[in-house]
């Protein structure tokens, strides 16, 4: 009976029950924590920090399996520089450090209460990386369990914030993906990528009907998913918002599959989460139901913040409704970023129906979007061309509400939104790669955003 790695377990198991009913699966710090986790972890665990110097989220991140990892975001250049403590256990912890996916080299910890300075690894040049930290040599007996508790990896030489980033919206995709020569949805994406530095793109967005309908072959499934694939293959996070034509409830040609089960077809998503799922999305931290992305939430770090994007089902249940509200209250140091598919129209105003859905755009707003001062962005889709409008939270908070439909069928437009957390200040615009095309009506800069650091 090896009690240590048992009751290991146990804590382990009902900590991340606990961050799970919060809806911030394994991304928490403390409730006194001065600064969220850097961490996202993997068969693991953030917990209270007991060695010395208490780190400034005063947790860490608690690995303890062969299969457990690490993983933060650092800006700077140099060797990777890892503060962590071991449970000695016939030997300490080994961990292997990887880079921008590249493995640099491994480090044992040699101490159960200083957090030290462990370099790792040949310097990198100057960026923002993403680095991992992994347990490699795991070991336990029924009198020891042999653990790491990984407090910090940050670069050697410290870069400086680039207080300016940008991400990107997709608007309705449904007229782009009808035949297989249509090439508009994946020139887009590959105009993206392209661009990427000089964007600064740190996440891509879409506010759903990616397709229009479903048929036997899933054929436009089939396109989607390929112009996706440009953004996977240069891992940018990103995320889709659930369309009624997403679902079972459009059937072909557009019009509904079965006229009589429409509000039970609207929540069949089965098809769309067979062709898009949290591992493709890279950066999903949570669901409402697993093995669905209809509400799930992504997480990145950009501009010296921390955002969230939150992708909330159309005309949403209750209960996802709630969902997200625990999501955004458990995560209060996080800039959030609203997407779903029906919120606005075409002149800027909240939509009131929930059609065959189960609650109001009205009921959203009400209910979720005004009601907590993190949330900084919505973006939907669905009807109109495309519009804005602002609102004013329960917390004073400005709300800054985006509509980007289109239904184009000759180009392919994206919203591009440029924030700059040093000036407090977003602009935005929506550009057509397609045929080189600015949709200059629709700039629009604001000041005074209110990033929550």
């Given at each position: 009976?090896?009690?240590?790695r048992?009751r290991?377990r146990?804590v ?5 029950t ?7 699966v ?7 924590a001065?600064?969220?986790s850097?961490?996202t ?5 953030i917990r209270t920090?007991t ?6 989220s005063?947790?860490h991140?608690s690995?303890?399996g062969?299969?457990s990892?690490?993983?933060?975001t650092?800006t700077g250049?140099g060797r990777?520089l890892i503060?962590a ?8 912890p080994t961990?292997r450090v ?11 910890i040699v101490?159960a ?6 370099p790792v690894g040949?310097a990198v040049?100057a960026?923002?990386h993403?680095v991992?930290?992994?347990?490699v ?6 009198a ?10 940050r ?7 680039d ?6 919206v997709l ?7 009808l ?7 994946r020139?887009r994406?590959n ?5 990427r530095?000089?964007?600064d ?8 009907d990616v397709?229009?309908?479903?048929t036997?072959?899933?054929?436009q ?8 694939r440009p953004?996977e293959t240069?891992?940018?996070p990103?995320?889709l918002a659930i369309g009624?034509?997403?679902t079972?409830?459009?059937?072909v040609g557009g019009?509904?599959?079965d006229p ?5 077809l609207?929540?069949d998503t089965?098809?769309f ?5 949290a591992?493709q999305?890279?950066?999903v931290?949570?669901q409402?139901e697993a093995?669905k992305?209809?509400?799930s ?12 994007v939150?992708?909330v089902?159309l ?5 996802a409704v709630?969902w ?11 800039n ?5 598919h029906?919120?606005i129209?075409?002149?800027g105003?909240?939509?009131?129906s929930?059609?065959?859905g189960?609650?109001?755009p009205?009921y ?6 005004k ?5 900084r962005f919505?973006f939907s889709?669905?009807?109109?061309v ?6 004013t ?10 509509l980007?439909?289109f239904?184009?069928n000759t ?6 939104v440029e924030v ?5 200040s977003l602009?935005?615009?929506?550009y057509a ?8 009506e629709y700039?629009?800069s604001f000041?005074?955003?209110g990033v929550?650091?």
């Amino acid at each position: 009976m090896r009690i240590s790695r048992s009751r290991s377990r146990l804590v382990a198991t009902v900590a991340a029950t606990v961050v799970a009913v919060a809806g911030g699966v394994f991304t928490g710090a403390t409730a006194n924590a001065a600064e969220p986790s850097p961490f996202t972890v993997v068969e693991g665990a953030i917990r209270t920090a007991t060695g010395t110097p208490v780190p400034a989220s005063g947790t860490h991140a608690s690995l303890w399996g062969n299969s457990s990892y690490a993983t933060t975001t650092s800006t700077g250049s140099g060797r990777v520089l890892i503060g962590a403590i071991g449970d000695y256990c016939e030997g300490w912890p080994t961990v292997r450090v990887t880079v921008d996916g590249v493995s640099v080299g491994q480090t044992t910890i040699v101490s159960a209460t200083s957090y030290g300075t462990y370099p790792v690894g040949a310097a990198v040049d100057a960026g923002q990386h993403t680095v991992r930290v992994q347990l490699v040599n795991d070991f336990r007996t029924d009198a020891c369990d042999r653990n790491v508790h990984i407090a910090y990896a940050r670069m050697e030489t410290a870069g400086a914030t680039d207080t300016k980033f940008s991400f990107a919206v997709l608007p309705d995709t449904q007229q782009e993906v009808l035949n297989s020569g249509d090439t508009r949805f994946r020139n887009r994406t590959n105009w993206l990528v392209q661009n990427r530095s000089a964007l600064d793109l740190r996440f891509v967005t879409h506010s759903g009907d990616v397709v229009n309908w479903d048929t036997p072959d899933h054929s436009q499934y089939v396109i989607a998913r390929d112009a996706m694939r440009p953004i996977e293959t240069a891992a940018i996070p990103y995320s889709l918002a659930i369309g009624n034509h997403d679902t079972q409830a459009t059937g072909v040609g557009g019009s509904a599959r079965d006229p009589a089960h429409t509000r039970e077809l609207v929540r069949d998503t089965t098809v769309f989460n067979q062709y898009f799922t949290a591992g493709q999305y890279r950066a999903v931290k949570g669901q409402f139901e697993a093995g669905k992305v209809d509400n799930s939430y992504s997480t990145f770090a950009a501009g010296g913040a921390q955002w969230l994007v939150l992708t909330v089902e159309l005309w949403p249940r209750v209960e996802a409704v709630n969902w997200a509200k625990n999501v955004v209250a458990a995560n209060p140091r996080h800039n959030v970023i609203v997407v779903t598919h029906d919120y606005i129209d075409g002149n800027g105003a909240i939509e009131q129906s929930a059609s065959y859905g189960a609650t109001s755009p009205q009921y959203l707003f009400d209910n979720l979007i005004k009601q907590y001062a993190n949330i900084r962005f919505v973006f939907s889709g669905h009807v109109g061309v495309a519009a804005n409008r602002v609102d004013t939270g329960v917390n004073g908070n400005k709300i800054y509400s985006f509509l980007q439909t289109f239904h184009s069928n000759t180009t392919n437009p994206v919203r591009l939104v440029e924030v700059d957390t040093a000036a407090n200040s977003l602009r935005t615009w929506i550009y057509a790669p397609y045929t080189n095309q600015s949709f200059t009506e629709y700039d629009r800069s604001f000041t005074g955003v209110g990033v929550v650091r």
